[in-house]
């Protein structure tokens, strides 16, 4: 085997595990007890505050807010067991995310920006940058006011 072929065959196998890895590759990340930042690719122990980071991009995500179920309360006071009741299940009531200073001024300042006349770069989930359309800064605008109600006090 000659020098030339024996580097690319060891350059192939150097690279061999992020050309393996896939696409929707991702990470948990969250402060310990003692405040150390943990990073992982199992999720943290329940009731633990975390972000999903996206390999590719490094864009990092909150969680989608855990669903629960609020019962309906019955004339005397009780609450029903689900095989008591025969009516349909009650709506589904999202348990969102306490006050965050740090997200509100976030927020706060992507609403300022997309409110200018400025054009506005994004990148899409694939890590491409694109410009922003007046229906794509609307799309965000709802987002920003959105984020601002549930962060802000």
């Known amino acids: 085997m000659t020098y030339r072929a024996s580097a690319f065959l060891l350059a192939g196998l150097w ?7 896939p696409a929707t590759a991702q990470y948990y ?8 930042r943990v990073l992982s690719d199992r999720p943290p122990p329940a009731g633990t505050d ?20 609020e019962p309906e309360a019955q004339p005397d006071g009780e609450t029903p067991s689900p095989a008591e009741s025969s009516a ?14 740090e997200r ?16 506005i ?3 899409d989930t694939d890590g491409n940058i694109r410009f922003l359309s007046e ?9 920003a006011r959105r984020a601002i109600d549930v962060y802000c006090e």
């Open 104 to 119: 509100c001024a976030a927020a706060e300042a992507n609403l300022r920006d997309l409110n200018t006349y400025a054009r």
């Open 50 to 69: 975390f972000t999903i980071v996206n390999v590719q991009t490094g864009r990092a995500t909150s969680p989608e807010p855990e669903l629960e179920s």
């Open 135 to 143: 229906e794509d800064k609307e799309v965000e605008r709802d987002k």
């Open 15 to 21: 690279l061999m595990p992020w050309l393996a890895s």
């Open 121 to 123: 770069r994004m990148s």
């Open 29 to 36: 990340q969250w402060n310990d007890s003692a405040g150390n």
């Open 88 to 101: 349909p299940a009650a709506p589904l009531i999202a348990k969102g995310p306490e006050k965050d200073p």
